[in-house]
């Protein structure tokens, strides 16, 4: 079961990537070589800080980090940790849509891998200043031998906003 979860998730994206290079995506946006700093309001109920640098203007990479200490109750301790490659399929003028394959660690009381695949939007309300929002599938490894798998709409409606620099 895991491997087909696995498979569908990659070939969604291979899929979307050879759909948009088929038909000539041009993005309309000049984001190479832009990092873009910002905060995504929810990962598994954990606000994030994150990270996007665009390597060209249709591929790019973002890292997140989110952390919750609380001394009182150690068991309410966590943190996350990922990174997602991102592809944009349509591009318009102020408006990206994209493809994104991510992998994460999630820890509370136990530690766990989660790799989530899906799409998502980016809308650039200013040049330097986006709202974005994503959904797809997810699928969790488990410590312990559990594992999950579900969709992923943690952000929706829920916003992120990036600035670039």
């Known amino acids: 079961m895991k491997k087909v ?3 569908l ?3 969604s994206v291979l899929i979307s990537s050879a759909i948009a290079v088929q038909i000539n995506v ?3 946006r000049q984001l190479a070589k832009k990092i873009g700093i910002g905060f995504n ?3 598994l109920h954990l606000p994030v800080l994150s990270a996007r640098y665009w390597l060209t203007d249709l591929v790019g990479i973002e ?3 989110g952390f919750r200490i609380d001394d009182n109750y150690a068991d309410k301790n966590r943190y996350i940790v990922g990174g997602e490659f991102l592809y944009v399929i349509k591009s318009y003028k102020k408006l990206n849509v994209f493809s994104s394959v991510s992998l994460a660690l999630y820890r509370r009381k136990k530690t766990f891998g989660i790799i989530t695949g899906g799409f998502g939007v980016e809308w650039f309300v200013l040049d330097n200043l986006s709202l974005s929002t994503q959904a ?3 699928f969790s490894i488990g410590g312990g031998g559990t594992n999950s798998v579900g969709t992923n709409v943690e952000n929706i409606p829920k916003i992120s906003i990036k600035y670039y620099l």
């Open 63 to 65: 890292g997140f980090l």
């Open 26 to 28: 041009v993005s309309e």
């Open 41 to 43: 309001s929810s990962v």
């Open 5 to 7: 979860i696995l498979t």
């Open 136 to 138: 797809g599938l997810s």
């Open 9 to 11: 998730l990659c070939v």
